[in-house]
């Protein structure tokens, strides 16, 4: 399997633009997760879905941030507008409650963003 | 709600042993994992205790006392390519009745020559 898939690697954009990350988890994961890590705050949830369903979004920060699992094998986390505090790495990540083990997370390769 | 301490830094010697310590306070708690982070790259898994006792897979070992809302992640044999943070993470419950993995702020062990 390739993996957890998240696009773009890099982002770089200006302060009130809209930004859109995406992920693709590992087949067959029933569960997705969206972190955010920074230096001051460390590894944060935002949102999980289960079978494409949210459950708790209540790591989401503000209103700016919002996040879609139309699919099994695809998810959005966008943030319109974008602040300059908004700029961390952002991880996807999904794990299988049947296949394995929720507590074993399978990590993307995480979105750096920057705002400027 | 929950909180996790685990020291900031650690430094040890190639060859030796270091052990990395988590404290918890959650409210309902279900399992203590570890994970690895190298810098630049992604969390990665390596170990899940739900039960007391220790867990061995390889050069790495993970301890869990439920009793004292504590556990440790013991690293033997040390190697360069050890230089990593290490996360402990803990499924507590929220207060709105879903259990995520909540992590702590890290361990930023140095493997030095």
């Known amino acids: 399997d390739a993996g957890v898939i998240q696009s773009p690697r890099h982002e770089v954009t200006e302060m009130g633009q809209e930004v859109t990350l995406r992920c693709k988890p590992i087949?067959?994961?029933?569960?997705l997760f969206w972190y955010r890590q920074t230096m001051m705050r460390g590894l944060e949830l935002l949102i999980y879905?289960?079978?494409?369903?949210?459950?708790?979004d209540s790591g989401m920060p503000e209103d700016r941030f919002s996040a879609k699992m139309p699919n099994a094998s695809f998810s959005t986390l966008k943030i319109q507008p974008s602040e300059p505090r908004d700029s961390a790495v952002y991880f996807c990540?999904?794990?299988?409650?049947?296949?394995?083990?929720?507590?074993?997370?399978?990590f993307g390769p995480g979105t750096r963003l920057t705002v400027t | 709600g929950q909180s996790l301490e685990q020291p900031s830094e650690v430094t040890a010697v190639e060859g030796a042993i270091v052990q990395i310590n988590c404290t918890y306070q959650?409210?309902?708690?279900?399992?203590l994992s570890w994970y690895q982070q190298h810098d630049g790259g992604a969390p990665t898994f390596l170990s899940y205790?739900?039960?007391?006792g220790l867990e061995e897979t390889g050069r790495f070992s993970s301890f869990l006392s439920r009793s004292d809302s504590y556990g440790y992640l013991l690293l033997q044999e040390l190697q360069m390519k050890d230089s990593a943070s290490y996360f402990c993470?803990?499924?507590?419950?929220?207060?709105?009745?879903?259990?995520?993995?909540?992590f702590g702020k890290g361990t930023r062990l140095s493997v030095i020559a």
């Open positions: 990540a999904s794990s299988s409650r049947t296949g394995g083990s929720f507590y074993e997370q399978y």
């Open positions: 087949s067959g994961h029933d569960y």
């Open positions: 879905f289960n079978n494409n369903v949210p459950i708790d």
């Open positions: 959650t409210s309902g708690f279900y399992g």
């Open positions: 205790n739900a039960l007391d």
């Open positions: 993470a803990v499924r507590a419950s929220l207060n709105s009745g879903n259990t995520p993995l909540v």
